[in-house]
Every structure is written in structure tokens, then in C-alpha cells.
T-cell receptor, first 111, second 118 residues
Framework: AQSVTQLGSHVSVSEGALVLLRCNYS??????LFWYVQYPNQGLQLLLK??????LVKGINGFEAEFKKSETSFHLTKPSAHMSDAAEYFC?????????FGKGTTLSVSS | DAGVTQSPTHLIKTRGQQVTLRCSPK?????VSWYQQALGQGPQFIFQ???????QRGNFPDRFSGHQFPNYSSELNVNALLLGDSALYLC?????????????????FGAGSRLTVL
């Protein structure tokens, strides 16, 4: 069965610092992997996705993620955090045509 | 271009009651999925509808049922409400080429319907 583990329920960074949100997956088939962001009182917005091909995936708002099959990881990074990045971030893996989400990581950004 | 719209945005019910939530997919999308997001948790897949049929179902009891209409809009029904059903219910629509296309898992989410069961 497919599953996702997000390490760290809460990450705090200073504005301008590197953002690293960790995601490990388990999948019995080649996975499609996603990162979504959720702002308060809103639905989820797609940040980026990995399906096949290039393992370094660039998304919106300066975020990127690297698929590492040997480590079963898909960590999300951003070189320089901005106050507007404060939100809940979810990693997800496909299961059939559904998505299996992790429990989420809350990113706080301080000035 | 309108995205996914859901109604109502908030509602309060009591245990044992029934609730119906509604969803209109993004223009051009024909597949609708429903997710339950409990407080502090990630979304959990309930089911997916395509061509007016339930195509895939998550680990939810039969109290949760749905429907898709010819115009691709969808309803989620929950019977015999329990306190544990309190959550944000998210509707998502996806690629018009159907659930087996490469873009099928790229979901566009609505803002959700927040259900409180007292």
C-alpha cells in the first residue's frame, strides 16, 4: 500500500533562510509524487509534481523538490523563505487515481 | 475561469442527522473526488466519480455516499452523523481526459465545506 511520511509537523525559519520540508514515501509501483500548499481557510493548491523524467522538479513560488528513488524521498526546498510562505504543506503519493496525503507540515516564517 | 466551487461553506448538524454537500468542478473537468480533512490532519480520500459512477473508494463506511450528475457536478451525502464526522470536506476535480490519463492526479481543490457535528 502507498503511504507518505512527513518528518516534522512544524518547521520554523527566518525570512531569507533555506526552507526544507521532508517527505518519504512508500509505494509498490513507480510513484507519482506531489506537494500541495494550504493557506488558512482555503483549499489545497498544487506546488509541484513528479511523474517521470527529470528528478529535480521546479514548482511555483520558487519551490523545488528532488525525487530520490534510493532514499524513497521527495523533499521540498526553497532557497530563501518569504513571509508569504507561511502555510501548511502536504506531500502526496498516487494510489490508483486517488492521492494519499501525509499529515502535513506547518511552516512558520519569522522576520 | 471559475475553479471548483463548494456549498455550503459552513454547516452545523447534530448526531444522527444527514447532510448533503455539493460541488461544481472546474470548467472542462469531468472527474470529481471527495476528501475528508480532520483538524490537524492531511486530507483522506473518500471516493471518486467519473461518468456518473463511483470509480474508486477509500476506507470510509457506507454512511458516506455520493452522486455525480450529467453536468459533472457532484454531491456527498453522509447519513447517521457521528461526532467524528466533523471535518473539512474537500472536493477536487481533475483532468478532462478521464481518471486514467497522465494528468489525472493533478487535482484542483475547492475551499471546502466545514461540517461541525454536535
Amino acid at each position: 500500500a502507498q503511504s507518505v511520511t512527513q518528518l516534522g509537523s512544524h518547521v520554523s525559519v527566518s525570512e531569507g533562510a533555506l526552507v526544507l520540508l521532508r517527505c518519504n514515501y512508500s509505494s509498490s509501483v513507480p510513484p507519482y509524487l506531489f506537494w500541495y500548499v494550504q493557506y488558512p481557510n482555503q483549499g489545497l493548491q498544487l506546488l509541484l509534481k513528479y511523474t517521470t523524467g527529470a528528478t529535480l522538479v521546479k514548482g511555483i513560488n520558487g519551490f523545488e523538490a528532488e525525487f530520490k528513488k534510493s532514499e524513497t524521498s521527495f523533499h521540498l526546498t526553497k532557497p530563501s523563505a518569504h513571509m508569504s510562505d507561511a502555510a501548511e504543506y502536504f506531500c502526496a503519493v498516487t494510489s490508483g487515481t486517488a492521492l494519499i496525503f501525509g499529515k502535513g507540515t506547518t511552516l512558520s516564517v519569522s522576520s | 475561469d471559475a475553479g471548483v466551487t463548494q456549498s455550503p461553506t459552513h454547516l452545523i448538524k447534530t448526531r444522527g442527522q444527514q447532510v448533503t454537500l455539493r460541488c461544481s468542478p472546474k470548467s472542462g473537468h469531468d472527474t470529481v473526488s471527495w476528501y475528508q480533512q480532520a483538524l490537524g490532519q492531511g486530507p483522506q480520500f473518500i471516493f471518486q466519480y467519473y461518468e456518473e459512477e463511483e470509480r474508486q473508494r477509500g476506507n470510509f463506511p457506507d454512511r458516506f455516499s455520493g452522486h455525480q450528475f450529467p453536468n459533472y457536478s457532484s454531491e456527498l451525502n453522509v447519513n447517521a452523523l457521528l461526532l467524528g464526522d466533523s471535518a473539512l470536506y474537500l472536493c477536487a476535480s481533475s483532468d478532462p481526459r478521464g481518471p486514467f490519463s497522465s494528468g489525472a492526479n493533478v487535482l484542483t481543490f475547492g475551499a471546502g465545506s466545514r461540517l461541525t457535528v454536535l
